[in-house]
């Protein structure tokens, strides 16, 4: 029986770029890492982070249409443009109230205003983006 001498292995230590525990998903281009992260406030939000290879953020970006939107998906196509995929949601239609005129409160109780609720998002969204971060479509 004859055996191989096993080949050598070059091993490179484990650098860690950024401490940004928020980011769901990434893409590596050749000049930067870029990422994004859903942020839940008021309506959900996108924030789109790209940072270089020594770890400094090169840009940030907040997708704040003032509806709810999510990313799902990231991606870059071979002229360099940053595609991000995901869901939003549709403007709610305002609903129009019809006035009546002299209608009698002896209570004297005053109406509610119902609050707003949130639109399904049901649409799908793609956004494409520069590798300098601008937003192109």
């Known amino acids: 029986m004859a055996q191989a001498a096993p080949k050598t292995i070059a091993v490179k230590p484990f650098v860690q770029l950024t401490k940004d525990v928020t980011a769901e998903g990434m893409i590596v281009t050749s000049k930067a890492i870029i990422s994004y992260a859903n ?3 008021q309506s959900s939000d996108i924030q789109l982070r790209a940072i270089d290879m020594a770890g ?22 071979a002229q360099g443009s940053i595609w991000l995929a995901g869901n939003s949601a549709s403007v709610i239609p305002t609903e129009t109230f019809t006035a009546i ?10 109406v509610e205003i119902p609050t707003g609720i949130r639109g399904d998002m049901n649409n799908v969204s793609l956004r ?3 590798l300098s971060g601008d937003l192109l479509s």
């Open 128 to 130: 494409q983006f520069s």
């Open 39 to 41: 942020i839940v406030g």
């Open 101 to 110: 005129a002299g209608a009698l409160n002896p209570d004297s109780v005053t």
């Open 56 to 77: 400094a953020q090169i840009w940030s970006k907040t997708i704040d249409s003032g509806l709810d939107e999510v990313a799902t998906a990231i991606s870059v196509d």
